[in-house]
């Protein structure tokens, strides 16, 4: 399985970006699938997911800001960021929520203060 986030980008505070994670080698329609970021000395954390049925949840503190959804069709995960904040700059992966693929390079939001 391989998995391909882009979409990262430099944007203000307040701004918005899409995050896509195409999927090759199984189906995002059968999976749980997530978005996560990293910080340089932090932790990996889960930001946003979707099981199979496509049921979502997120972290507290992008609530209602982020948006996790898929395109069963394009076998594509996306993130739709909102109001996006200096504390939401990371490099974000896309993974399953269990048994993880190989990471990949993630893609880079910045949103500067």
């Known amino acids: 399985v391989q998995l391909q986030a882009f979409g990262g980008g430099l944007v203000q505070a307040g701004g918005s970006l899409r995050l896509t994670c195409a999927v090759s080698g199984s189906l995002v329609s059968i999976n749980a699938m997530g978005w996560y970021r990293q910080v340089p000395g932090k932790q990996r954390e889960l930001v946003a997911g979707m099981t199979s049925r496509g049921s979502t949840s997120y972290t507290d503190s992008v609530k209602g800001r982020f948006t996790i959804s898929r395109d069963n069709a394009k076998n594509t995960v996306y993130l739709q960021m909102n109001s996006l904040q200096p504390e939401d700059t990371a490099v974000y992966y896309c993974?399953?929520?269990?048994?993880?693929?190989?990471w990949g390079q993630g893609t880079q939001v910045t949103s500067p203060a």
């Open positions: 993974n399953r929520l269990t048994n993880y693929e190989y």
